[in-house]
């Protein structure tokens, strides 16, 4: 799980690596950045797996949702979209101007409906999916537009 996670996104470490180079020292705002991008982008890596399941199973591939089964992956999802909210939250006491929390509560809304949609397993149907998973990545868009904006505006 962890080298599928470093391998595919690990962005947010290597900003925190970047900025470390170039300051030689580490400063909690850049994690409280980077954190809650990370974890929406595990997300979109997550869900986007489902679609795959069946494939995945049948061929030996031991990806993310094979290897616990769709219904723990959905546990795994949420879990995952809930610990983006709350690093969002706390960004703020790390140096996140508050506004950000304007920024990101549509972000949230939506995020909270996929999870409730995943975790009552919509994901099942084929057409649902889709939306489910081009969703998905607003919330990762949206949640990287929110900390942006909140530091622009």
């Not at 470390?20 to 990370?38: D, F, I, M, N, T």
Request: hydrophobic share 55%.
């Amino acid at each position: 799980m962890g080298c599928s996670f470093l391998g595919h996104s690990g962005r947010g470490f290597r900003v925190a690596v970047g900025y470390y180079l170039q300051k030689a020292r580490l400063v909690a705002l850049v994690h409280s950045v980077a954190v809650p991008v990370e974890l929406t982008v595990f997300a979109v890596i997550l869900l986007n797996e489902f679609p795959d399941y069946a494939a995945d199973l049948a061929t030996g591939k031991r990806n993310l949702v094979v290897r616990p089964g769709p219904r723990r992956a959905s546990i795994l999802y949420a879990l995952v979209s809930m610990g983006s909210w709350i690093a969002v939250l706390l960004s703020v006491c790390h140096g996140v101007p508050a506004r950000v929390l304007w920024f990101y509560l549509p972000v949230l809304v939506l995020s909270m409906a996929l999870v409730v949609m995943v975790l009552s397993d919509r994901w099942q149907d084929r057409f649902v999916l889709e939306r489910l998973c081009g969703a998905n990545l607003a919330v990762n868009l949206g949640t990287t537009a929110a900390l942006v904006l909140a530091f622009v505006v």
